[in-house]
């Protein structure tokens, strides 16, 4: 294979570079490469929320529940070799959701807001490749790898990079049969911080909520790649100061036409008015 030249990008004989790519350069970084990623669309149904002790007598009174919102607290991402299979590799995340609720008492019409911890496991497997060297920077502190075990090699992982959107919260009903037992794997102690208190172990009634997703999982590395360089991203426009003058401030914004003179339909968006009602009279 013939060495290319970092001063120029390689061109094949007999062509010029366009005008725009005559000062163009290739240079070396390091970045990370993405190597396998997957997406999904994922429905959790009947997951069993837990309460600190405080919102679990709530619970316990409710009559009834509504779910407002579901939110990602964190998520404990790990990755593993999977056997037999070289370069592909199982992601296992776990995510910690708050889930907000209101709950109804008997004889009561305002309803009380409380808060309780929903967990999801997912597992995906993606091709990571292979890699046995190892990296140390200078900006970086000492950090001693573990001694291999019969368990355990010295295969270099590749990083796992979770994505997922904020939560839709579907529904929730209440359960009063009993209280689901707390998972057997420590909640992280964030969570717990999360929450202000431990999780209750005992009560007289339960909830379930379904929730829904979009997860986006990747494995990467760290390699060295040649990319064309144009220019140094040197700013174009200067950084002008704002007035803390309210009436200025107020005088930049636009006159809100649609909010006295409602746009006409498009003719698709009128279709979807367009029903026949199956009412009789």
């Known amino acids: 294979m013939p060495d290319v030249s970092y001063g120029t990008v390689p061109r ?16 070396c970084i390091n970045a990370s490469r993405i190597y396998d990623s997957c997406g999904s669309k994922d429905c959790l149904s009947n997951l069993d929320v837990f309460f600190t002790p405080c919102n679990q007598c709530i619970i316990n009174n409710a009559s009834s529940v509504k779910i407002c919102k579901a939110s990602v607290i964190t998520a404990d991402v790990n990755v593993e ?33 409380v808060n309780g911890l929903a967990i999801y496991g997912k597992r995906s497997v993606l091709y990571g490749s292979e890699s046995n ?18 368990c355990a ?22 359960r009063k049969d009993c ?10 102690e964030c ?32 390699v060295q ?20 003058d309210p009436c200025e401030v107020f005088n930049r914004v636009d006159f809100p036409n649609d909010s006295f003179f409602p746009p006409n339909a498009r003719a698709e968006e009128r ?9 009789n009279g």
């Open 81 to 113: 070799s999977v056997a037999f299979h070289r370069g592909c590799y199982a992601v296992d995340v776990t995510f910690y959701f708050d889930i907000m609720l209101e709950a109804y008492t008997c004889g009561s019409t305002i309803p009380s807001k």
């Open 191 to 222: 969570v717990i911080t999360y929450f202000g208190d431990d999780f209750a172990v005992t009560g007289d009634a339960g909830v379930r909520a379904t929730i829904g997703i979009f997860t986006i999982t990747q494995l990467e590395r760290n």
């Open 225 to 244: 790649l040649m990319i064309p360089s144009y220019d140094f991203c040197i700013p174009r426009k200067e950084c002008k100061p704002e007035s803390d």
């Open 153 to 174: 090699c010295s295969e270099i992982m590749p990083k796992a990079t979770v994505q997922i959107s904020e939560p839709m919260a579907l529904s929730a009903r209440l």
């Open 12 to 27: 094949q004989s007999g062509s010029e570079p366009s005008a725009e790519n005559k000062c163009t350069d290739a240079v």
């Open 271 to 279: 279709e979807k008015c367009n029903f026949e009602c199956s009412c």
């Open 179 to 188: 209280v689901p037992p707390l998972p057997c794997a420590p909640i992280p």
């Open 133 to 150: 060297s190892k990296s140390f920077s200078s900006d970086s502190c000492i950090v001693c790898s573990q001694p291999p075990t019969a």
